[in-house]
């Protein structure tokens, strides 16, 4: 039997429990999936994690109350125990005429990249294979690469499955490999720590020694950093910065953030934001992207949603439940971080559209400025006014050229401020997790330095 077999067959034996209630809509959702953790350390497996995670969940409707509940096990016991649980919530709860629950789609995105068939049929020597061959590349990058930290492999190969009441049934397959390793370098009583990784959906797609240079070269870039006196210059934010920035605006996109008076977005459709040369979209269906699929935790189709174009503000980002409040449509967007809770708003691959600037070309107009390659503290950003203050580290610019690495920095700000300041955009694309970006120039910049 397959894996999609079995969760219908498992819905099935829910549905007919829920049928001997008396309750006025309902959705049942299973995850099933077989994860791999490896790593190695100094030549040798460290820790090797096999997991094989299930999980069903329910939403019941029952008048104007939604409840929820889940169960790790199709014990009859414990799924009884769920869908009482799941009633139980709907009638305790205050009455809300917005809750829905969503109707089949016509039909669903094909992404045929988002499985690869040839993971799971892969031998587990292969895949440890490939942590120690990353361990040996980050060590071969650099004499000075002293140590490296975690070395790491890990994938899932998943299964989903959203039936509810309206006669939506919306199945996914798909699978996800990444690597990461985090090395330290050290010269002349100096050390600094370099991490990259890479992720994608198939286990041919990720480039180890690309991986391992990046690692290497980070560690061993900033030995011998030295501070700066503090100026207002130009600065270039690299794409992992970038994609940080934007991380702190992602919540301020979401409809129920805008309703509740918490973004700093709110009631701005069709003003310029950004920059012109800023644009920013939410695809769920961007292939590689971690949050890609055919459909969101409800099962409604996923699709590719302008946000900024051209530094104008588009719209935002919509579930069933908003849509419905708010009078718009869904975007595909209600995410379920895992079975053990309801689906909510969130975005899938949020990010800033790339440029044509290359490396040298961001750079290279610099006469005195800063390249920021590392942000500290981003998390203390606040997302409502858009401020934040963060320690950075990075390069000191003269004359279009890297001078030397530079440390202990101190950036203070606001982001829509310094997102109408970008004047160049970079080509180098990256998404850090679900939200990337390019790298961004930004016109001038308080930089606080000793």
């Known amino acids: 039997m397959t894996h999609e077999m079995e969760l219908a067959r498992h819905a099935e034996t829910v549905e007919r429990l829920i049928g001997a209630r008396r309750i006025d809509g309902w959705e049942i959702a299973l995850y099933g999936a077989r994860d791999l953790a490896i790593e190695v350390k100094e030549g040798k497996v460290d820790a090797f994690r096999c997991a094989e995670p299930f999980g069903v969940a329910v939403r019941l409707l029952d008048g104007e109350g939604l409840g929820f509940s889940f169960s790790t096990t199709m014990d009859p016991v414990a799924l009884e125990r769920m869908v009482d649980a799941a009633l139980v919530a709907a009638r305790m709860q205050s009455p809300d005429s917005w809750y829905t629950l969503p109707g089949p789609a016509a039909s669903y995105p094909e992404l045929p990249w988002l499985y690869d068939p040839a993971l799971p049929a892969l031998d587990e020597e292969a895949k440890i294979g490939r942590a120690l061959e990353l361990e040996r590349l980050v060590r071969a990058y650099d004499p000075r690469v002293k140590r490296v930290r975690k070395c790491a ?6 299964h989903t499955l959203v039936r509810n009441s309206h006669g939506l049934n919306a199945a996914t397959m798909g699978s996800y490999n990444s690597c990461s390793v985090s090395a330290v370098a050290e010269a002349d009583g100096d050390a600094q720590t370099g991490w990259d990784f890479a992720f994608a959906p198939s286990f041919a797609a990720i480039d180890l020694e690309k991986v391992a240079a990046g690692a290497g070269r980070k560690a061993t870039a900033l030995l011998g950093a030295r501070s700066m006196p503090t100026m207002r210059c130009q600065v270039v934010l690299d794409n ?6 934007l991380d702190v605006l992602a919540t301020s996109f979401l409809a129920e953030s805008v309703h509740k008076g918490k973004s700093l977005l709110a009631g701005r459709v069709g003003e310029g934001i950004f920059s012109e040369l800023v644009s920013v979209r939410d695809n769920g269906l961007l292939e590689g992207g971690v949050g890609s699929a055919p459909c969101d935790g409800e ?10 174009t051209a530094g104008v503000l588009q719209g935002y980002l919509y579930d069933s439940y908003w849509a419905k409040r708010l009078g718009a449509a ?3 967007n209600a995410q379920r971080g895992a079975i053990k809770s309801p689906p909510r708003l969130g975005a899938n691959n949020l990010f800033i559209e790339p440029g044509t600037a290359d490396a040298g070309a961001l750079i290279g107009g610099v006469a005195k400025g800063v390249l920021i390659t590392d942000v500290m503290g981003m998390h203390t950003a606040n997302p409502i006014t858009g401020d934040f203050s963060v320690g950075a580290s990075g390069f000191y610019l003269e004359g279009g050229e890297l001078r030397h690495p530079v440390k ?3 950036l203070a700000g606001n982001l829509l401020e310094l997102f109408r300041k970008v004047d ?3 080509s180098d694309l990256r998404f850090f997790g679900s939200t990337g970006a390019p790298s961004l120039r930004i016109a001038e910049l308080d930089i606080s330095g000793t």
Do not use: I
């Open 153 to 158: 492999y890990g994938e899932s190969v998943y």
């Open 240 to 245: 992992r910065v970038a994609a940080d920035l």
């Open 299 to 308: 099962g409604v189709p996923q699709q590719d949603t302008p946000l900024v």
């Open 330 to 332: 869904s975007t595909g």
């Open 408 to 410: 202990g920095l101190a």
């Open 424 to 426: 160049m955009v970079g």
